[in-house]
């Protein structure tokens, strides 16, 4: 069955770096786009970063995250990346991995807390 496992989230200063990673199996990673959401509390669950299919050939970012995130992938390891810099304290969220194959699948989130 289709599997999203986040990891990397964590407590981190303003202007401070975070990589999440985002371990997928149970499909054929390399076919499908690849996106990067997240919810802060009392807020819905918004787009972050995208990813095409294949090479990843196309991104696209939320306004609040350009210039500042950059989502990657990697095939050979069924893994898509989200580099998060010059964080700030609206960042902080719980951010989720997700697909879409003959549905949305979601992982379980990881936790990203921006504060002094």
């Known amino acids: 069955q289709v599997q999203l496992v986040e990891s990397g989230g964590g407590l981190v200063q303003p202007g401070g770096s975070l990589r999440l990673s985002c371990a997928a199996s149970g499909f054929i990673f390399s076919r499908y786009s690849m996106n990067w959401y997240r919810q802060a509390p009392g807020k819905e669950r918004e787009l972050v970063a995208a990813?095409?299919?294949?090479?990843?050939?196309?991104?696209n970012y939320a306004d609040s995250a350009k210039g500042r995130f950059t989502i990657s992938r990697d095939n050979a390891k069924n893994t898509v990346y989200l580099q998060m810099n010059s964080l700030k304290f609206e960042d902080t969220a719980v951010y989720y991995c997700?697909?879409?194959?003959?549905?949305?699948?979601w992982g379980q989130g990881t936790q990203v807390t921006v504060s002094s």
């Open positions: 990813i095409t299919s294949g090479g990843g050939a196309y991104t």
């Open positions: 997700n697909t879409r194959t003959w549905r949305d699948f």
